[in-house]
């Protein structure tokens, strides 16, 4: 019996064609993370995942984000953070819907309430690094998504 996976298309290996931009991007991301703060940043980068419907990333950032200490709970609740709003800081909140919008830009675009609510609770060098690390994961989830990259399977 014959799997999905074999009837995919092979594509392109990123990492072995253009290997050489991943320790830059792997800095940008460091970067994000002494701004923020690693939980914050794998739950931005777990959100930013699940929108983007990157299955490796998923697995992959759930995984950091406990290795920072992030509760289980919390990363099982980030699909559906607007129906468990008592378990995110207003501060988380605020990242989050940033986070939304940006990676749904469309014809719209960021809101300026959704703008004013995450600057209300980071200061600018937080913020331009929340923005950063939005794009930053869209940039991954774009790559692993287009060249089906699976996560490793466990157990």
């Not at 991943?22 to 923020?36: G, H």
């Not at 749904?104 to 004013?116: A, I, K, Q, T």
Request: net charge negative; charged share 25%.
């Amino acid at each position: 019996m014959s799997t999905a996976a074999e009837h995919r298309h092979a594509r392109v290996d990123v990492a072995a064609e253009f290997g050489e931009m991943y320790p830059s991007a792997a800095a940008i991301s460091k970067l994000v993370a002494e701004a923020l703060g690693e939980r914050l940043t794998e739950l931005v980068y777990l959100r930013g995942s699940y929108l983007n419907g990157c299955a490796f990333c998923i697995d992959m950032h759930t995984r950091s984000a406990l290795r920072a200490g992030q509760s289980e709970q919390k990363l099982f609740l980030a699909a559906a953070w607007r129906e468990a709003r008592d378990h995110f800081t207003e501060a988380e909140q605020a990242a989050l819907e940033l986070t939304d919008e940006v990676t749904r830009l469309g014809e719209h675009g960021v809101s300026d309430e959704v703008y004013d609510r995450a600057a209300a609770h980071f200061p600018p060098r937080e913020l331009a690094a929340l923005i950063t690390g939005i794009a930053v994961i869209a940039f991954f989830n774009r790559i692993a998504v287009t060249t089906h990259k699976q996560p490793p399977v466990r157990g």
